[in-house]
């Protein structure tokens, strides 16, 4: 018995358990149920705010990140064509009005066109923050990936492929903290030393990390990041 991303419970059986059990199953449960749809229905979701990185930031704060990452005018540039604006987006009461209204296609008009340069929004901050970190900490871990590239996997937040010696972030990681995402790196990174979990692998980790299970200790007290990440990315 499971809440998916769309906040929907799901209780799965297999064909041999009738579905008398089930029931019994689920109101001998039911306390655990009722408690998530609350927290469900207690979520915000912010028109306003935007959340990145973990929180739910002020239109302006994401403009500066942009501007950071080296891609503020080009994702302005894609707003206003989606608007048809012939208008230049020039002050920054103007630029936080166009990041407001791709939020707001996006995540409430769920209009696809918007979700797109949304998506591309978010990779964009993730690709500069990886890159930024990837730099140093290759360095300091003297290990060196082929390429990195960026998926949509809501499971794995990283994966390396030892073959190829390619690492892949998942654009989850655009909505978890930066630690978190340091965090992910330095597990990919010596993934492509050691390949199992083992405990070299963990003794190595902790040479550069002193907390490696902080993404998934942040997952789990961060249950609305599933949601969030449902409405960014999934269409
Ligand atoms: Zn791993």
Not at 164 to 181: A, E, N, V
Not at 187 to 207: A, G, P, R
Not at 218 to 230: P, Q
């Amino acid at each position: 018995m499971v809440f998916n991303g769309e906040g929907a419970l799901v209780l799965k059986k297999s064909k041999r358990i009738p579905k008398k059990v089930c029931l019994e199953f689920l109101s001998a449960n039911m306390d655990w149920v009722l408690s998530h749809f609350r927290a469900i229905q207690d979520d915000v979701f912010y028109e306003d705010k935007m959340y990145c990185f973990g929180e739910w930031q002020e239109f302006s704060a994401v403009c500066s990140e942009l501007e950071e990452a080296g891609i503020l005018e080009k994702i302005l540039k894609r707003i206003q064509k989606l608007m048809e604006s012939k208008v230049k987006v020039e002050s920054k009461s103007a630029q936080i009005q166009s990041l407001q209204n791709l939020w707001i296609g996006s995540i409430k008009a769920k209009d696809i066109r918007y979700k797109r340069v949304l998506e591309a929004l978010y990779k964009g901050l993730l690709e500069s923050y990886v890159k930024k970190r990837i730099e140093i900490l290759t360095k300091a871990m003297n290990l060196y990936p082929s390429a990195i590239e960026f998926g949509k996997s809501y499971r794995q937040l990283g994966c390396c492929y030892a073959k190829t010696q390619k690492i892949r972030f998942s654009l989850r990681l655009s909505l978890m903290p930066k630690d978190c995402i340091d965090s992910v790196i330095i597990h990919e990174l010596t993934h492509l030393k050691y390949q199992n979990h083992s405990k070299v692998f963990w003794d190595f980790v902790e040479k550069f990390d002193t907390n490696p299970k902080i993404s998934q200790l942040w997952l789990d007290t961060h249950k609305e990041n599933l949601r969030i990440y449902y409405k960014v990315f999934k269409y």
